[in-house]
């Protein structure tokens, strides 16, 4: 099993910056691609950021110039840099992670793949 831990979301004013962070532990071989994703009331959840492992990264428009997503591959751990924030950024934000674990599945003669979300950090964007 892989868990993931996120930490920083808060309550922020527009124009404010927080750091989010979520450190993946657990049963882990190596980890591909990591993410983050957002959810307002009444919304479907959305991509937010998405960062390989080589570092790329690709953003949704509206946080474009905003947000930066970064990595540690050292410490399995992405983060999530969010400045000049607006009232519509407040949501609950998950980060997910993907990869393959160390179970070695001996039917395909390969190791589990998986795919997990954190619990989700509350930001609120409020004057």
């Known amino acids: 099993q892989v868990q993931l831990e996120e930490s920083g979301g808060g309550l922020v004013q527009p124009g404010g910056s927080l750091r989010l962070s979520c450190a993946a532990s657990?049963?882990?071989?190596?980890?591909?691609?990591m993410g983050w994703y957002r959810q307002a009331p009444g919304k479907q959840r959305e991509l937010v950021a998405g960062?390989?492992?080589?570092?790329?990264?690709n953003y949704a428009d509206y946080v474009k110039g905003r947000f930066t997503a970064s990595r540690d591959n050292a410490k399995n751990t992405v983060y999530l840099q969010m400045n000049s924030l607006e009232l519509e950024d407040t949501a609950v934000y998950y980060c997910?992670?993907?990869?393959?674990?160390?179970?070695?599945?001996?039917?395909?003669?390969?190791?589990?793949?998986?795919?997990?979300w954190g619990q989700g950090t509350q930001v609120t964007v409020s004057s």
């Open positions: 997910n992670v993907e990869g393959l674990s160390t179970d070695w599945d001996i039917y395909t003669r390969r190791y589990s793949p998986f795919n997990s």
């Open positions: 657990g049963s882990i071989l190596v980890i591909n691609a």
């Open positions: 960062i390989k492992r080589d570092g790329t990264a």
